[in-house]
């Protein structure tokens, strides 16, 4: 599927997966990280994240200082300047890219410090973390984002009949 079919699919689910991932954080199924994790297995063995990569080209990992030091020192900088040159302050006071798309994001979906890249993106989408239940919000987010995680919560729906 192209960026645009999904885009127009995530949409089209939007308020569908919101109440759904509502309604499974207030009564989830006791397997409810057995579930994702089968689901994120099945989905990112025909999944190729350099494809596609709209997680690098529209949203923004959050660094951490150990992630600032692994990242400058990939680029040869120290973290000062990288935090300058790269990263801002949200609202949530988190440091997180001044821009998207991400500017270690190469033309052919490469991640130009894949080796160093922050933690954020080493989990993401974070489908097969445990304790699903605390990020059932950041899973609905990212069904705005990832193709994969569109998928998994289509497949989870219909294993849950919704």
């Given amino acids: 599927m192209n960026l645009s079919d999904f885009n127009k699919q995530a949409q089209r ?3 569908e997966n919101q109440n759904f991932f509502r309604r499974l954080s207030l009564r989830p199924p006791k397997n409810l990280d057995e579930i994702f994790h089968e689901e994120h297995e099945a ?3 025909k999944t190729d994240c350099l494809s596609c990569a709209n997680c690098c080209k529209t949203t923004s990992p959050i660094f951490y200082q150990r992630d600032v030091e692994r990242a400058a020192k990939a680029v040869k900088m120290k973290p000062g300047a990288f935090i300058e040159k790269y990263l801002r302050e949200d609202e949530e006071h ?3 890219l001044q821009q998207a798309p991400c500017p270690f994001l190469n ?3 490469f991640c130009s410090i894949y080796d160093d ?3 954020a993106c080493r989990e993401y989408p974070h489908t097969d973390r445990k304790k699903m239940q605390q990020i059932l919000d950041l899973t609905f987010k990212n069904t705005l984002v990832c ?3 569109l998928q998994i919560t289509e497949n989870i729906k219909k294993k849950l009949g919704v």
Avoid: E
């Fill in 43 to 45: 989905v990112f063995k």
């Fill in 94 to 96: 988190d440091l997180v």
């Fill in 107 to 109: 033309t052919d979906n």
């Fill in 147 to 149: 193709p994969a995680v």
């Fill in 117 to 119: 890249r922050p933690n």
């Fill in 13 to 15: 689910l939007k308020k």
